[in-house]
């Protein structure tokens, strides 16, 4: 039901997009006259802005990194920055599935609602992981302090993103039920007002490109004497997880949405060599040469990473 063409899905993004039973689920969900934020839901807020006939609510969609054609963006970090200067009377959260991040995100939310307001989150089931059913109940504990709420079983589903389709076909013990490809549903009307979670400021930073329906990570290490990229096991790019607590996770240091994955030394001079391959800056810049250039362009290309580009490439950047 997207209107907006967005790029695939992102490993750090914790990127699992809706189904298009769940989005017209949760849009007739959405009250009338009302203003509605839409935090971390890109799919609903363009099957929201584009539905016939118009929606009579205002709306914001917040969100980490810009949606091309969602007009009503506020593009910043909840992890990390404040809630909005505004009282909204709705919103609808699909936060990461991990109880520091959910309570942050519903404080979030509180904060920028009217005292009768109500908020709709997406909640992971008790079998996503062995400590999942524990973090439900300690969440649960905690709402009880300040909210009202109930939840609705298996009422979400996600389409399985292209990244988790390239390690399943790469990994032979990898989990076949998808068990987190279902989810279940709160509702929750505050009673109280709730102080903002602590934010969650991670420690490294990341450069994100979008290429057309390619994003590509590199971990900013501000190492520049030499670019070297290698791979993380054996002689495959392919990183054949999609946990946070997969081992050697944290050797990553060029990531792509097509969960090709390697080892970066020398950051900022291959984000000078990557530039000049796509196209958007010349080596007369500020590129300086380097001895093993040639093997990057090929290794970028034995990524699918399109030489030249011809259509706009967006950068940004997050913590984690």
Same mark, same amino acid.
């Given at each position: ?111 920028? %609602?009217? +005292? /009768?307001?109500?908020?709709? #989150? $997406? !909640? ?6 062995? @400590?999942?059913? =524990? *973090? ?117 240091? %060029?990531? +792509? /949405?097509?969960?090709?994955? #390697? $080892? !970066? ?6 984000? @000078?060599?990557? =530039? *000049? ?44």
């Amino acid at each position: 039901m997207d209107a907006i063409k967005r790029p695939d899905p992102h490993p750090l993004d914790f990127d699992w997009r809706f189904s298009s039973s769940t989005v017209s689920e949760l849009l007739g969900r959405i009250p009338t006259g009302k203003d509605i934020l839409f935090i971390g839901t890109p799919s609903v807020a363009t099957a929201f802005v584009n539905s016939t006939p118009p929606c009579d609510s205002s709306y914001s969609l917040i969100e980490r990194q810009k949606i091309i054609g969602v007009a009503n963006q506020i593009n910043l970090d909840i992890n990390i920055d404040r809630p909005i200067d505004r009282e909204a009377q709705f919103a609808l959260i699909d936060a990461p599935w991990y109880l520091n991040e959910l309570m942050r995100w519903l404080t979030w939310a509180a904060n920028s %609602l009217v +005292s /009768s307001g109500t908020i709709l #989150a $997406s !909640l992971w089931p008790e079998n996503t992981r062995p @400590e999942a059913g =524990d *973090e439900r109940l300690a969440l649960f504990d905690w709402l009880n302090t300040w909210a009202d709420f109930y939840v609705e079983t298996s009422v979400l589903s996600y389409e399985q993103p292209h990244f988790e389709e390239v390690a399943q076909l790469n990994n032979p013990e990898f989990i076949n039920e998808k068990r987190w490809l279902k989810g279940d549903l709160l509702v929750i009307k505050p009673k109280n007002p709730v102080a903002l979670v602590a934010h969650l400021k991670g420690t490294t930073k990341w450069l994100r490109y979008v290429i057309g329906d390619l994003q590509l990570a590199i971990k900013l290490d501000h190492n520049d004497d030499y670019v070297e990229i290698n791979y993380l096991d054996g002689s495959s790019w392919v990183w054949p997880h999609i946990s946070r607590r997969a081992h050697g996770r944290d050797k990553i240091g %060029l990531w +792509s /949405s097509d969960n090709l994955a #390697a $080892s !970066l030394n020398g950051s900022a001079q291959f984000i @000078e060599i990557l =530039d *000049e391959y796509l196209g958007i800056s010349s080596a007369g810049e500020n590129c300086r040469s380097s001895s093993n250039s040639e093997k990057i362009n090929d290794i970028l290309q034995a990524w699918n990473i399109p030489k030249a580009f011809s259509g706009n490439v967006y950068k940004w950047q997050h913590q984690e």
